[in-house]
């Protein structure tokens, strides 16, 4: 590792041993990367105080890189977080709390230096007051009430402060409204956090929000986390904006996923003008913040629980690489079966496009130009996208009804009903297959299968000749008896041919026959976009 401008303490011999340790090229070099830098106390800051690092590295480079910044950037403490914040001079603003106590404001009158950052904290609990200072809202626990308090409470900053200290000050506002567990432990712990910010002095304003489920078991608990997870998001904001991937990593800091759940993720403002939010919300799945995620089809991130709560719900699970006239009409055909079933409500069920974790890491690593193509194509069709780590469909099932009691619809192609009948998908469960379908098909959920036409054999694969492992067709009859499983009837035949993998191949060879295969508007963004090698023929004078 070579160092311009080194610090002026003498670098330890133990810092060229890493540096030898990074021209390695063995699959152990990870691991004595890591030993190494734990032997050596206090060797970040010498990192730090370099203004450039110049690395050289061999083919393991990006393995090298990730482990050589976790060396550098140590993680802080929630106390330490505070801190910094409290004694950064250009820093100052408003922390405004709504339910589980005023957990977040309280780490920075604890760790001290408050005076120099905290301007104003409030706590209006009671609805009226809130309703008074922040405008009516329908719910006390909403993002319209997080983003009319966020607005509030730093236009006032701004409206005092802005004159007098202004040219050295960065303002911001915190505010968070949240339904912790109550006495009796019947309500659903949940929260929105936000924070609105000025990344330098006279700047315009940028804002996070998130949702988060509390997922501890006492109230105590819960509040401790919410004031931890508080800290991080505005620490994020304030020392980490240049960079939301590193930002969202911190923001279960001295947390886990066992206690705080973050669903959706929001980044608006001047410092955020370049983030793609349905990236952010692929990467809450990615990073385990959260095991789904939501967005509509103009790319704005969706909180599940306000999109899904107390609705039906139709699902198909694909690839859509790319979107074909197949998968509309599988979604199409489903809807009008899903709506005409008896005991349906009035007001239409959610549509939701899946595209599990599983499908878009089907190539080991995750290609992000690939999964905007496909939310780009499905936004072009007017669809709502939920990303999710559940590639088990009863963990799927179980995921939908955290937010309804309303029936649920699952669509698929005959071939995959096929691999849902595949026990060596259940050889984790304790009761295999068996113990899959008992949790997949509680509560009236029904799969809507769509048929398909095979080529060889020139016949239509439907339920009723569905191959089926024979120790396993009584479970499939009695399903079919029940009526769990249903063909859908009002199906296009010209669409039934049609599949990815083969318009996939037609757009790489410049066949132009694919265009009569997708939807128009997905025809134009893939063309427009030049996704999946799409190329413009060049005419020859």
């Keep these: 590792m070579h160092c311009e401008n080194s610090v002026s303490k003498p670098i330890p011999e133990m810092i060229f041993d890493l540096s030898k340790v990074l021209q390695l090229n063995s699959p152990s070099t990870t691991h004595r990367l890591r030993k190494s830098v734990k032997t050596v106390k206090n060797t970040s800051y010498l990192f730090r105080r370099c203004q450039k690092v110049d690395c050289l590295f061999d083919n393991r480079q990006a393995q090298i890189r990730s482990v050589t910044i976790m060396a550098t950037e140590e993680k802080l403490s929630t106390h330490d977080k505070a801190l910094r914040i409290n004694l950064d001079p250009r820093r100052y603003g408003s922390i405004a709390e709504i339910g589980a106590g005023q957990e977040v404001v309280r780490w920075f009158f604890r760790v001290g230096g408050a005076a120099g950052t905290i301007a104003k904290s409030i706590s209006a609990y009671d609805m009226k007051v809130s309703d008074a200072i922040y405008g009516k809202c329908e719910r006390y626990v909403c993002r319209p009430r997080l983003e009319s308090m966020l ?85 994020g904001a304030c020392m980490l904006h240049h960079n939301p991937d590193l930002l969202m990593e911190s923001l279960l800091d001295n947390l886990g996923i066992t206690r705080i759940e973050i669903d959706m993720i929001q980044f608006t403002g001047i410092e955020f003008r370049h983030v793609d939010n349905r990236l952010m919300s692929l990467k809450l799945v990615q990073l385990g913040l959260s095991n789904a995620a939501m967005f509509g089809p103009e790319g704005e991130v969706l909180q599940p629980a306000e999109t899904l709560r107390k609705r039906p719900i139709l699902v198909e699970r694909g690839s859509f690489r790319p979107v074909t006239n197949t998968n509309l009409d599988i979604l199409h055909s489903a809807y009008e079966q899903f709506c005409r079933d008896p ?162 191949s037609k757009i790489g060879a410049n066949d132009d026959s694919w265009e009569k295969l997708v939807p128009p508007s997905v025809a134009e963004v893939i063309k427009s976009r030049h996704y999946f090698g799409y190329q413009v023929e060049e005419v020859v004078a």
């Design 151 to 235: 607005k509030y409470e730093q236009d006032l900053n701004l409206e005092r402060l802005k004159s007098e200290r202004g040219d050295t000050t960065a303002f911001f506002t915190f505010a968070d409204t949240v339904s912790a567990r109550n006495y009796h432990g019947t309500n659903e712990c949940h929260g929105w956090l936000g924070v609105r910010f000025q990344a330098h002095p006279r700047d315009e304003d940028s804002q996070i929000i998130i949702h988060v489920r509390m997922l501890d078991r006492t109230n105590a608990l819960q509040q401790e986390a919410l004031g931890i997870a508080g800290v991080n998001l505005l620490y």
């Design 343 to 504: 005991g349906m409500k009035e007001g239409g069920a959610v549509q939701l496009m899946e595209i599990t974790m599983n499908n878009l890491m089907a190539t080991g690593e995750i290609d992000y130009r690939d999964f905007l193509a496909r939310a780009d194509m499905l936004g072009a069709c007017g669809l709502t996208v939920l990303v999710s780590n559940y590639f088990e469909y009863y963990r799927l099932a179980e995921y939908l009804r955290r937010y309804t009691q309303e029936k649920i619809g699952i669509t698929m192609g005959a071939f995959s009903l096929e691999q849902l009948f595949d026990e060596k998908y259940y050889s984790e469960l304790g009761g295999g297959i068996l113990e899959s379908f008992g949790r997949l098909f509680k509560n009236d959920l029904k799969l809507y299968i769509y048929p398909y036409k095979d080529k060889k054999a020139g016949n239509l694969v439907a339920t009723d000749n569905l191959e089926i492992a024979e120790d396993l067709r009584q479970l499939y009859g009695h399903l079919l008896q029940r009526g769990c499983i249903e063909d859908l009837e009002n199906y296009q035949e010209d669409c039934l041919a049609i599949f990815s993998r083969e318009v996939l």
